[in-house]
């Protein structure tokens, strides 16, 4: 990867039925572990005492990329767990939220 706009990561989508908790995805940045602070459906948490979302399939992946990762060999990793369901088939995307704009400007026309 030559070039990391600002606020971009990596998706790494888990497309079909892995089983709850079933599967998970990581990336190695030049043979080194990294793992994904993110993912949707969320980690299971009782944060704010409301119950968490629970799924067996379609879960994503979010990898925060980092201007250090530049020009890095960046693998992905996905784990299945033994017993759970397999009938997924991963995916990566590359993408950035906010879009990498530093400002706009709105420029309404004032209405007589």
């Given at each position: 990867?030559n070039?990391?706009?600002?606020?971009?990561y990596l998706?790494i989508?888990?497309?079909?039925?892995?089983?709850e908790?079933?599967?998970?995805?990581?990336?190695?940045?030049?043979g080194?572990?990294?793992?994904?602070?993110d993912?949707?459906?969320?980690y299971?948490?009782n944060?704010?005492?409301?119950?968490?979302?629970r799924?067996?399939s379609?879960?994503?992946?979010?990898?925060?990329l980092t201007?250090?990762?530049?020009?890095?060999?960046?693998?992905?990793v996905v784990l299945?767990l033994?017993?759970?369901p397999?009938?997924?088939?991963?995916?990566l995307?590359?993408?950035?939220?906010?879009?990498?704009?530093?400002?706009?400007q709105?420029?309404?026309?004032?209405v007589?």
């Amino acid at each position: 990867m030559n070039e990391i706009p600002k606020g971009s990561y990596l998706a790494i989508a888990l497309e079909g039925e892995h089983g709850e908790e079933g599967a998970y995805a990581a990336v190695r940045v030049n043979g080194k572990p990294l793992g994904a602070p993110d993912r949707s459906v969320s980690y299971p948490s009782n944060a704010w005492e409301y119950p968490a979302s629970r799924a067996s399939s379609n879960y994503t992946y979010y990898v925060p990329l980092t201007n250090d990762m530049k020009g890095a060999q960046i693998d992905a990793v996905v784990l299945g767990l033994r017993n759970s369901p397999s009938d997924f088939k991963p995916e990566l995307w590359i993408t950035a939220y906010p879009i990498p704009f530093e400002q706009k400007q709105l420029t309404l026309p004032e209405v007589q």
